[in-house]
């Protein structure tokens, strides 16, 4: 059975920085993409980094030079490093595996998320 927990998150100052991380459980981790997404109050998830199961990395236009996703298959784990962050990435942080071409989660049930709050 797929699990997928996040942590890390918290509540931070603008301009602050913070790293997650997210183990998998029940897959083979190192043959599949990963990605990180948020979902802000009110708006639907969305993707924020992606690494592939050869260490490339994707990352859309709102990410902005911001955010660097990494993996470590030894640890079944990726990892989002955040900086400079802003109040509107307010959002619970969310993993799941990617489709490389659209990017769209892999799993159906996702983990519980990671809360994280940017103060202004």
């Known amino acids: 059975q797929v699990q997928l927990v996040e942590s890390g998150g918290g509540v931070v100052q603008a301009g602050g920085a913070l790293r997650l991380s997210c183990e998998g459980f029940g897959f083979v981790f190192r043959i599949y993409n990963m990605g990180w997404y948020r979902q802000a109050p009110g708006k639907q998830r969305e993707l924020v980094a992606a690494?592939?199961?050869?260490?490339?990395?994707h990352y859309p236009d709102s990410a902005e030079g911001r955010f660097t996703i990494s993996r470590d298959n030894a640890k079944n784990t990726i990892y989002l490093n955040m900086t400079r962050l802003k109040p509107e990435d307010t959002a619970v942080f969310y993993c799941?595996?990617?489709?490389?071409?659209?990017?769209?989660?892999?799993?159906?049930?996702w983990g519980q998320g990671t809360q994280v709050t940017v103060s202004s």
């Open positions: 690494v592939s199961s050869d260490g490339r990395t």
């Open positions: 799941n595996a990617a489709v490389w071409t659209n990017f769209r989660p892999v799993f159906g049930s």
